[in-house]
């Protein structure tokens, strides 16, 4: 369904208790994101929190799609699966032979609802410039949040930036944050991989200035849409129409004509970037792969202009150690896109599961339909190919048979034990390297790293190899006690998953010099019942590895597979154990040049104030703060982790 603007969306999760309103003055600079901290890793994601009192002439809207519910309000749909499989029919009627003229009128009016889609540049002014202000525009009049304690500044979170490419006049939509330096000075933080950093370059090229406008509010599909990974020039206004059912209706801006944005959007930032600038140095973030971020240079983005409307609600989120609102609208992106990577990239996918542990490209869990050996490997290849999956880093390839009643990849121990019982890790784990994300701070080097595949599908007799064992013996040893007592430098052990049978170990362990981990690797897997193990996940000794979601978590942002993997055989050769180094990296004992970041954590002082002024919020029982439980992980209290 559209809605006519942001706030009839804030109507319908008030109407469905999905909202809570606060009228106690909350600060933005780090209050609201501490409450929101502690509201979102509420089960099931907690309520969307509207702030009335912050201090500025606007309220604040905090978690709005942080939960499923308000995630399928957001989208008018009762599942998220309804989206993907409106996609998936549209496409076998488009795909489908036509022979007849019956056939084909059956079309028209599926392409008539193409059209409704496209989105309309109308004449005139929108509501979002009922309010103009071009005579010295000042963006610290808005209440633009900071986050984090260690993060540079405020910070403008949820922008949907509208840029065109200047010889194509082909317009993107994305989302990229923004660092508030002055009342009209602003970096953007666009990556290279981005279409926005694209046209950047463009306009280089052509020594010009390059327009650029910011929405904020109107229809929630517009924030979802900036997000979505869609193809290069494919308009993210158009999947936005498909998504509400009714076409955006765009208006020029005020001072940059050249760029539309939505009517009903609450907020319009204009301006430009300049190439003949020089770059900002933009950062620290506290960013969603619960690290911060460390500084880098960025363009800066002048502002030109500030609309808004009348009674404007100003949108924002944080992201932080998992999980976080992102989290739901990376699951909406894993539903609804499930049916365009089937129908034109990878056929045999049957379904796919991106734990919140792994934050988006980190891990994702795949089920393939397989016909033929080497089938895993091929979806491996086609998937790091496929748009942002090429950030991917783990990747988990299982299979069943058509007769087999299919295991759900949400039930994550099932889906492990069907994995390993299928996997040889001496022969079935694969290794490459390539583009990563630039927030990916285990690689070697900026925005390139190691990938990895377990391929646990069912394997055809052409995949196996002579002189390795599958099945794992069933003598009922087992390593676990001799692990504890025999290493002074391990400091947990969690054999859950092995007392589930799932052949994996998660080892707390205290680093001390160069080659550590792969010493204590060897020596482990030579113990007594170690070939019952078939991995070994390595975690730093400040993480909890008896805690499985924090564990995951860490490990799989400290991981670099194709650097970090050891092999080893058993004491009895045909067996072998994988052991993955999830440890931080440093210049003494691994060689590693960059700085390596801090988990994110709010300071004391905030959250002493937010604990004082609780029952004044009207939000609820008393949430401690999440940040206390990772307190002692941290290395030193600045962004840059000081692990000496």
Known sequence: MAYKNQQEFIQAIEAAGELVRVKTYVDPKLEIAEITDRMSKEPGGGKAILFENTGYDFPVLMNAYGSEKRMCLALGVQQLDDVARDIEELFKLLSSPKDGIIDKLKLLPKLGAFASWMPKVKKGRGACQEVVITDAPDI???PVITCWPQDGGPFVTLPIINTKDPNTHIRNVGMYR????GPQLTAMHWHKHKVSAKHFNEYKKLNKR?????????????????????PENVDEYMLAGFLRKKKVELVKCITQPDIEVPADADFIIEGYVDPNDDLLWEGPFGDHTGYYSLPDWYPKFHITAITHKKDPV???????????????????????FLAPIKMTLVPEIEDMEMPVEGVFHNLVNTRIQKDYAGQGQKVMNAMWGAGQMMFNKILVLTSQTREEKKVPLTDYKAAAREVFKNLNPATDVYFSQGPMDVLDHSCSKLGFGGKMCIDGTLKFEEETREGYLYELPDDGTTPVAAIREGFTEVHQVNDRLFNNGIPVLIISIRKNRKGHVKALHEAIVQLPGMER????????HTVNANDLPLALWRFCNNLDPARDHLLSATSKEAYFCLGLDGTIKTKAFDDFQRDWPNIIVADDA????????WNALGIGKFIPSPSLKYKDQMYGQEAVANVE
């Open 140 to 142: 610290t009049k808005l």
């Open 178 to 181: 923004m660092q508030v330096f």
């Open 210 to 230: 390059m327009p650029v406008a910011v929405a904020l509010g109107g229809d929630p599909a517009y924030a979802y849409s900036a997000t979505a990974p869609l």
């Open 314 to 336: 100003y949108p924002a989120t944080i992201v932080g150690i998992p999980p976080q609102e992102d989290a739901w609208l990376g699951k909406a992106t894993e539903r609804i």
């Open 533 to 540: 193990i078939k991995m070994i996940l390595y975690v730093e």
């Open 606 to 613: 905030t959250i002493k104030s937010v604990d004082e002024k």
